[in-house]
């Protein structure tokens, strides 16, 4: 039998760019189960999983030469360079990420099994007809969502926001993160994904850098550089506060001497973090015509079994947090489209009937 082989879901290269060893092998983090701090945990021992990605080690080693390049990518980054070949590597890095962590993992568990359970026409699904998913099933689960997520981050606008303050950014074992201010501030709902109006798709790389991708039809950044100054603590505040809400199990930070600090500031908002990872959202037909269907939301489960076709949405659980980091404020003359579907707003009209793939 072979030994294990230890798989990174967060890569090394990622999260030595947070540690303050000199050789770059250890990290400080915050436990979020035990809400317990521990300085200098090795690098080698973080998000990661005996075979991962299987023991035909063909994913973790084409990951690993994605990973090589990034590495480079940020190492010119931290010294003020960049251009657009880096820009849409950088694109393609965090899309992955996204998809690729063990709470992506969990996350399409869930739906694949609550999603068994749901109510079509009268008819549940028998026990014995509920998908009983094994580990390699869940993890290419959830990577096949890269597929329709990369190409909805293609028009999002891209920035760098360099801290410029005495207080660092964090990270987690869930870097890569899809928020949506317009969404949940202005229109009140969290039934939005990659493709809708005022996606934020964001990651910290480094304690002075974070990367953020964003709809430049719902907001604006000041300047014409890629590089956007964060000059004021409560900017890194309100990025840090979405690492806490959205991480899986550990929070990761450069110096722990802001140990004390970090764990008030979770602590403060701990009970905004979502209780249910996924959520299913049930869709009834209300309209058809040769080229297209038009849904709705069904009211309730009566609803939703009243024999027209319907269909399921995905919904990941989205937290909402108290502020949002000023650097990207909302545009005067929003650009949206929508047709009163369950689509919702979306940046292009083509996507109203035929989602980005």
Same mark, same amino acid.
């Given at each position: ?121 009268? =008819? ?187 269909? &399921?949405?995905?919904?990941?659980? =989205? ?14 003359? =929003? =650009? ?15 996507? &109203? ?5």
């Amino acid at each position: 039998m072979a030994a294990q082989k230890s798989q990174h879901y967060v890569p090394k290269v990622y999260l030595r760019s947070f540690s303050a060893d000199v050789k770059r092998r250890s990290i400080n983090l915050l436990n979020i189960g035990r809400r317990k701090t521990v300085p200098s945990a090795s690098i080698k021992h973080q998000c990661a999983g005996s075979y991962f990605y299987g023991e035909d080690k063909a994913l973790d080693t084409l990951f690993g030469d994605l990973e090589g390049r990034y590495g480079g990518i940020v190492r010119k980054l931290v010294s003020g360079e960049l251009d657009t070949s880096s820009i849409d590597w950088l694109r393609m890095f965090v899309s992955l990420q996204h998809c690729r962590t063990r709470y992506a993992l969990q996350r399409y568990r869930e739906f694949c099994e609550r999603g068994a359970a749901i109510t079509f026409k009268g =008819k549940r699904l028998e026990p014995a007809d509920a998908p009983a998913l094994s580990h390699k099933e869940a993890m290419m689960g959830a990577l096949s969502q890269f597929t329709n997520f990369r190409p909805a981050v293609e028009d999002l606008k891209f920035r760098i926001f360099r801290n410029e303050t005495d207080i660092a950014f964090v990270t987690s074992d869930n870097p890569a993160l899809l928020t949506n201010r317009f969404y949940l501030q202005q229109l009140k709902r969290d039934d939005f994904g990659i493709a809708n109006s005022g996606a934020i798709l964001i990651m910290p790389i480094a304690p002075s850098l974070v990367a953020c991708f964003y709809d430049g039809c719902v907001y604006a950044t000041k300047g014409g550089s890629e590089f956007v100054s964060v000059d004021e603590p409560k900017d890194v505040l309100a990025l840090n506060e979405l690492q806490y809400l959205s991480a899986h199990e550990n929070i990761y930070f450069s110096d722990f001497s802001d140990a004390e600090r970090l764990t008030a500031e979770f602590e403060a908002v701990c009970d905004l973090r979502p209780k249910d990872i996924v959520r299913i959202q049930q869709l009834v037909e209300v309209e058809r015509s040769r080229i297209e269907k038009v849904y709705r939301m069904a009211t309730d489960q009566a609803d939703a079994d009243s024999g027209r076709s319907n269909m &399921l949405v995905f919904q990941t659980a =989205k937290p909402l947090p108290r502020t949002w980091p000023s650097m990207i404020p909302f545009r005067n003359n =929003k =650009k949206t489209y929508e047709n009163g579907s369950g689509v919702g707003f979306v940046r292009r009209p083509e996507w &109203l009937t035929h989602m980005p793939s």
